[in-house]
């Protein structure tokens, strides 16, 4: 069975920081682009950050420069480290991951809630 497991979220202070972890685990023979969604309550879904196998990173402009997203692929597993949080960035965070397990397909995790508040 693949999965996708995120960890690290919690409530934070704004303007601190917090990295969050996503690991794949199962019958995965490759993967590739992984990333982080994050829904914020009555909103829809957005992206936050992608990476690919080979390191390329792509940032949406509501996180760019204050997000880093980064991988090591023997450990399957990815971060978000996120800097200089603010209210707005209040949501629960989704690892997705393009995985080929009899081909290739779009995994998600079960999310992680990232609360920023004084």
């Known amino acids: 069975q693949v999965q996708l497991v995120e960890s690290g979220g919690g409530l934070v202070q704004p303007g601190g920081s917090l990295r969050i972890s996503c690991v794949a685990s199962g019958s995965i023979f490759s993967i590739g682009a992984m990333g982080w969604y994050r829904q914020a309550p009555g909103k829809e879904r957005e992206l936050g950050a992608t990476?690919?196998?080979?390191?390329?990173?792509f940032y949406a402009d509501s996180v760019k420069g204050r997000f880093t997203t980064s991988r090591d692929n023997a450990k399957n597993t990815v971060w978000l480290q996120m800097n200089s949080l603010k209210p707005e960035d209040t949501a629960v965070y989704y690892c997705?991951?393009?995985?080929?397990?009899?081909?290739?397909?779009?995994?998600w995790g079960q999310g992680t809630q990232v609360t920023v508040s004084s």
């Open positions: 997705n991951a393009r995985l080929w397990v009899s081909s290739w397909k779009d995994y």
């Open positions: 990476i690919t196998n080979s390191g390329s990173t």
